[in-house]
């Protein structure tokens, strides 16, 4: 698609990733980008730099995907869609109701609005959590549907109905299936909180990391401005009707990443290994061939300098986490 002069709608743009693609479209000469968010992870905080660009604006009615009136409104102005608004992992294992209503039920209700309103392009989140755990590696696009998450679940019938729109009413589409994100504006309260941010949330409180089993669980962690790059590249790519995994096909262990955590946090304290606990995943590394081979997308942030941006970023925000 190209996206010169056209309104770009990003749903769930105030959120983790999401932010990341609103600075990414940014570079970019669209004409405005309407974030769609109904802020229930996602923060102003998080776009507050976005809006000072005239282009950027919230979606002033509203910005929940189960309002379909509203939803419809919004896409109506657009040209492009980039639907990142989902309930993540653990909240999808606890409420899976919830889980239901807003990954299944309202990205069927994205779909519908993209298709009445005759939207050009869609670039839908999905995740590797499709498939489960590894029975080869690295992971192709064609490794099978493992997965036994209900989040995971959610995801699988996004990708189908995302196929389906596009089979029986030509919607084009691009679907993204995200490795381990990490970086900047990754949640860091409440109760869903990532590995990394747990990890040195514990270094920052002079308390050993806890590393659970023997820390050999491996993933392809992948810095989140490099996700948001792959967003755009989807959105301005003709590729349509596929699923690219978006990683770095780079195998780090719990232990690895956690020994560098303390390397560059300057930290002395010692790995404290505790029993395994709940773990859905234990490992998932993902071929990178598909999405540079179409997509043109390759990630460039190497996993050092990823952590590093993100311990600067966590420096800047200690007041509002309350640690200092
Ligand atoms: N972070 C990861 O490691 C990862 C990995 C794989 C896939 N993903 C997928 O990427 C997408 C973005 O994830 P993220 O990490 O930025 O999460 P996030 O929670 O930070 O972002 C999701 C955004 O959607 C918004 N939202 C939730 N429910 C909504 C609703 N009903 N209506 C409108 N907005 C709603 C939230 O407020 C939030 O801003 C999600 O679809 C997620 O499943 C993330």
Redesign the pocket.
């Known amino acids: 698609m190209d996206i010169k002069g056209k309104n770009i709608l990003v749903?769930?743009?105030?959120?983790?990733?999401?932010s990341h693609v609103v600075d990414e479209l940014l570079k970019e000469d669209v004409k405005n980008i309407i974030i769609?968010?109904?802020?229930?992870?996602?923060?102003r905080e998080?776009i507050e730099e976005a809006l000072k660009d005239k282009r950027v604006r919230v979606f002033e009615i509203g910005?929940?995907?189960?309002q379909t009136d509203i939803l419809d409104l919004a896409v109506k102005e657009s040209q492009g869609v980039i639907h990142?608004?989902?309930?993540?992992l653990l909240q999808c294992y606890e409420f899976p109701r919830s889980a239901f209503d807003?990954?299944i039920r309202?990205t069927f209700n994205v779909l519908e609005s993209c298709r009445n309103n005759k939207i050009e392009r869609l670039v839908y989140?999905?995740?590797?959590?499709v498939y489960g755990d590894a029975v080869e590696l690295p992971m192709t696009e064609e490794h099978p549907f493992n997965n036994r998450t209900f989040?995971g679940a959610t995801?699988i019938a996004g990708e189908a109905m995302c196929r389906a729109f596009n089979e029986r009413y030509g919607l084009p589409y691009a679907g993204l299936?995200?490795?381990?994100?990490?970086g900047p504006?990754?949640?860091y309260k409440g109760t869903y909180i990532?590995v990394i941010m747990k990890i040195l949330d514990r270094i920052d409180s002079g308390l050993s990391p806890i590393v659970y089993g023997d820390g050999s669980q491996s993933y392809d962690f992948i810095f989140v401005s490099d996700v948001a790059q792959a967003n755009v590249k989807a959105l301005k790519s003709d590729a349509s009707d596929k699923f690219y995994n978006v990683g770095s096909g780079i195998s780090t262990s719990i232990k690895e990443i956690c020994e560098m955590l303390l390397e560059l946090t300057g930290s002395k304290l010692i790995i404290q290994y505790e029993p395994a606990g709940l773990t859905f995943v234990t490992n998932r590394i993902g071929s990178t061939e598909a999405a540079e081979k179409d997509l043109g997308f390759k990630y460039k942030t190497e996993l050092k300098e990823g952590l590093l941006k993100l311990i600067e970023w966590r420096k800047n925000h200690k007041f509002n986490r309350g640690l200092n």
């Open positions: 749903i769930g743009g105030a959120g983790f990733i999401g769609f968010d109904n802020f229930c992870r996602g923060t998080n910005g929940d995907i189960q990142l608004a989902a309930l993540w807003v990954n309202g989140s999905s995740s590797a959590s989040y995801k299936r995200y490795m381990n994100v990490y504006r990754q949640d990532a």
